[in-house]
């Protein structure tokens, strides 16, 4: 017999399962009972089945319990943690809440101070201290709301009260303080200007709607040919100004005032020479005054049409716009104002030289410094250098004194620029007139009537070919020192050719041994060492290694004597 037994189940499926015991049909052979055909000992299928249902449904709910279960836990945890959550955003808009609830007291505390016949009224300093605080203590809420557009209605009446009896022209500097104050509060640097009043920053609204009105009546009152207090007041002011406020300023309130002034402007009758009223504006305005030139030209152009050489002031009306025209500009006014003047100048100059007149001479001259080169040397060659060469001619047919030949010559020369003399018609010419008087001199049967006479032009002629001689081989020697200083200073492009320029400077052969090489880099003999480069590293083999070493050691190493 077999009594109770411990069964270790594996799932739920074995409890189906028999037990582990000897078939009750051998049993029963054993015995030598009768057996019924078909069935077996205890065998009752409807109780299995049953059991078996049993244990399914407890299966299923037990499996059902255990997911309920994890999801009621995991459902737990998540409320929990959204517990968690919840809490710190209400604690943080409670934060919020307070922060905001502190805000519009200072806001309501700024209006009821701001408004007219406040008992305690609001001062700048005091509205400074606030909009600083809000930076400071408020500074998420103060960019998120915008908070700096409180300035439009609480601080410009202030500024604009401060401002009321200002005067630009006489103080210049008044408020300088107060704009650089709020421009370090209010100014966005994030925020540009797009020609859109909306998209400007509460700094740039500040000056736009309360500063420039005040300089805009003051513009407006402006004596144009007074223009050191408006440029002081900008000088004073740019730092404070955004550059698009003060393009606008100079294009739209002053060019206009400029132009209207320069349209009046009669060079003929105003005693106040042009430049010294416009000019100041250059370094302000610079090519924004272009358009007053033109306009500016043909009043001097027609000024010059019923002018003569002698009269100086035109010259000096002229000289100090030499650096403000374009050269090429400035050449062509003077090559259709001026020069056709200094022509009838020239060709009614008469050389004389027994009682000679410079006054023509020295108007035309006075213009060798505005006139470019080429232009001055044209007009002596077609209108000087033919009559002065006809009067030497006439001279020296006279039979005169070679002595006073020789001082007029030279003096003429004395009266050019060396600008003048350096070019190759005026060298000419005076050549000719050299060759002219050789010449005159050796002909036959004049040392007879003037003795000493030949041997002082020789000497004339000989100390002006050396002079000359002398002037051509500096030009020359100068332009070899230039151009061997300028081949002499070219930056070597590598590593390399630095080595071999410093070879080359302390007398050092380097050259490249063939067939050999190191880390894959051509080995060099260097005076009595081997080298090779590798980039900006000099290696040295020494000691029997390659060793990195400094441009200055390697070329000791090199100078050292064999042992």
Known sequence: MTGREQRVLQGYDSIAQKHDRPDSDEELQNSGAPQQFGTKAFDMPELLHNLNMLVDMSEQDIIQNDREYRYESDLVVTLRHEEVKLSALVEQEEGQVTKLTEIVGFIENLESRAADGAADPLSLSECANVFRRFQEDFYEEYKVYDLSTLAVAVVFPLVRQHLADWEPLKDSRRSLDVFKQWKDILEDSNRTFSQDVDNMDSYQRLVWEVWLPCVRGAILAWTVREPEPLIDLLEFWLPLLPPWMLSNLLEQLIFPRLQAEVDTWNPLTDTMPIHAWLHPWLPLMGQRLEPL??????????????????????RLMIQPWVKVFTQGTMNAFLTRCVIPKLQLVLQEFIINPHQQHLDGWNWVMSWQ????????????????????LQVLCSWLNSNPNYEEVSKWYMGWKRMFSDRLLADTVIKENFNQALEIMNRSVTSPGLAAYQPGARENIAYLYQTEKQREMEATKKATDYKAIMSSGSSSTVVPSSFREMVMKRAEETGIIMLPIPNKSQEGKPVYKFGNVQIYIDKTVLFVFEDGR????SLNRLIELATLPVT
């Open 293 to 314: 030139y033109a306009p500016l030209r043909n009043k001097l152009s027609n000024c010059l049409a019923n002018w003569h050489p002698s009269d100086p002031s035109a």
């Open 369 to 388: 410094d505005l006139l470019p080169v080429s232009a001055l040397v044209m007009l002596l060659q077609k209108f000087f250098f033919p009559k002065w």
């Open 546 to 549: 390659w060793a990195p070493k």
